[in-house]
């Protein structure tokens, strides 16, 4: 399951990059939460879940469904107009990290001598990486969303810690996508003049990335995380920056260096370390 959800998860960047070669990014992101959302609310009540959400739940519904949904992937969707799907998937992958200095830096949590070494290797691995992009050239106002993105989806998961306890997972999951599809909504109405180029392409990738990353993913992730626990369940997250570099460049044609697969091979351990370093030693 755990493998399963890194390549659903890290697939969504590639659909993406299909999707805005086509469509509106906006547009079409606000017409995939608005789907995704309505079946996510539908397979709740159909597994028994409740319209009644505790506080905690309510909030984490509106502000997950603001700064992950409309703010994150609204931001990342715009950005791959310009910037490949692997570095998406790269600087979305940072966010464990991220998590991990800013619960220092603001919650005085302690570091674990491997997760410090997690973290300078996941610095390294991303400055390899971007010394290598930059030579190259990039859109930097296109990288800037990518990384006001993920500092979005980094405050919002260090907020509300916990705040979805209490069930009703997939009820709550359905509802914060229809609060990030009416954000974004608003959003495409100011910002946007719709714009699709109907193919099947676009149908292809848009059905994938509503089903798969959209749904499948998130009810794995909740199987997952009942089978072994949230933090032990988070370590899967290793495998996100390697797997979505090599199916961009499997899918897309995207070139990888080998300056990109050095710095992902040090990311992703960065990750792995400092996901190890939150587990707590088991009892023999």
């Known amino acids: 399951m ?10 969504a960047f590639t659909s993406a990059r299909i999707i805005v070669e086509h469509a509106s990014p906006i ?45 994150y992937l609204g931001l990342n969707f715009v950005a791959m107009q310009k910037i490949e799907a692997s570095l998406a998937a790269i600087v979305a992958s940072t966010m464990p990290l991220l998590v991990a200095v800013a619960g220092w830096a ?35 106002f ?18 509300l810690r916990g705040a979805t306890s209490g069930g009703n997972f997939m009820m709550v999951v359905g509802l914060q996508m229809l609060v990030g599809s009416a954000a974004l909504f608003a959003a495409a109405v100011l910002l946007e003049t719709p714009r699709v180029d109907m193919n099947f392409e676009l149908i292809a990738a848009f059905a994938y990335t509503t089903l798969v990353p959209g749904l499948a993913a998130t009810l794995v992730w909740f199987f997952l995380v009942d089978r072994i626990g949230a933090v032990r369940a988070a370590t ?47 009892s023999s």
Do not use: Y
């Open 2 to 11: 755990g493998l399963a959800f890194a390549v659903m998860w890290s697939s």
């Open 27 to 71: 547009w079409a992101l606000s017409f995939r939460f608005l789907i995704s959302g309505l079946l996510g609310v539908l397979i709740a009540r159909v597994m028994g879940q409740s319209w009644r959400l505790t506080r905690g739940q309510w909030r984490a519904t509106i502000v997950f469904g603001l700064c992950q949904n409309a703010v």
């Open 106 to 140: 603001f919650f005085s949590e302690k570091i674990k001598p491997l997760g410090l070494l997690g973290l300078i290797a996941g610095v390294i691995g991303v400055s390899i990486i971007m010394g290598s992009r930059f030579g190259g050239g990039i859109d930097m």
């Open 142 to 159: 296109s990288f800037a969303l990518l990384v006001v993105g993920v500092l979005a989806l980094t405050l919002a998961t260090l907020v």
């Open 236 to 282: 899967f997250h290793f495998l996100n920056p390697f797997v979505g570099v090599l199916i961009a460049a499997l899918v897309l044609g995207e070139k990888l260096g080998w300056l990109d697969v050095f710095g992902v091979a040090i990311i992703a351990f960065g990750i792995l370390a400092v996901q190890l370093s939150k587990q707590s030693p088991t």
